[in-house]
Nanobody, 126 residues
Framework: VQLQASGGGSVQAGGSLTLSCAAS????????IGWFRQVPGKEREGVSC????????FYADVVKGRFTISSDNAKNTVYLQLSRLKPEDTAVYSC????????????????????WGQGTQVTVSS
């Protein structure tokens, strides 16, 4: 299982970014792929997840209405569109996957996801 996250950067508050997670080494449609974020000194925070097979999604309340997760099954890639960004969205964003997690509250729990990609830094300035 390999996950490659990209697309991070620095933006001003109110701006937008799109993160990508390219997946390989597993049957993409059978897994849930999610995004977590972490700032130094804090716990990892579940942001969103998607099951490519049926498009089932889950969003944390703090990003609902501002972030959109989607998948391109032909490219084995999951996207996370970040809009109306706030300084508190600043973090390292990592994509994760596991075949036994369903879109829902489990997407909050980092210990349920056995495969992690490297992170991509998102910095939002005020």
């Amino acid at each position: 299982v390999q996950l490659q996250a990209s697309g991070g950067g620095s933006v001003q508050a109110g701006g937008s970014l799109t993160l990508s997670c390219a997946a390989s080494g597993f049957t993409f449609k059978d897994y849930v792929i999610g995004w977590f974020r972490q700032v130094p000194g804090k716990e990892r925070e579940g942001v969103s997840c998607i099951r490519a097979r049926d498009g089932g999604t889950f969003y944390a309340d703090v990003v609902k209405g501002r972030f959109t997760i989607s998948s391109d099954n032909a490219k084995n890639t999951v996207y996370l569109q970040l809009s109306r960004l706030k300084p508190e969205d600043t973090a390292v964003y990592s994509c994760v996957t596991d075949p036994f997690v369903s879109p829902g509250p489990g997407c909050y729990d980092p210990y349920l996801f056995r495969s992690w990609g490297q992170g991509t830094q998102v910095t939002v300035s005020s």
